[in-house]
């Protein structure tokens, strides 16, 4: 399968899409140690004291922007893997995996530094344009077979 242009160029950007996701869970969990805001009781017993089980609004933050790139890099994997199968223009796929790539970092980087609005909602919004154009080329390469 590596030996499918497309299918490569895939794998390139979804491996560094899972990177990206292990990077955001040590920055939370980074956050939750600096900040002494542990979710588990036996956490914060070992780093001071039961006091520190408790929320932080930047931990909850990191927290929401991991979840985040759950919610939406998880169907991206799937999807990806799919429309690379459909024997797409090597171009235009690097286009898409790319396009969503960059819309998720700028996203991360929106979501961790607080930046003003509407800077993640439009790098959510530009991620999801080569989802929908993945989509609607799978559903028509595969219409015939339903």
Known sequence: MLGNPVFSCFVFYGTLLILKMYIIAIITGQVRLRKKAF?????AMRHGGEQFCREDRYVERCRRAHLNDLENILPFLFLGAIYSLTEPSLA?????????????????????????????????IIAQVPCVSMVIQILITVASYA
Request: no cysteine; glycine share 6%.
């Open 39 to 43: 979710a588990n009781p036996e956490d």
């Open 92 to 124: 235009i796929a690097r286009g898409h995996f790319l396009i969503f790539f960059l819309g998720r970092v700028v996203h991360s980087v929106a979501y961790l530094l607080a930046l003003k609005a509407p800077t993640r909602s439009l790098a959510y």
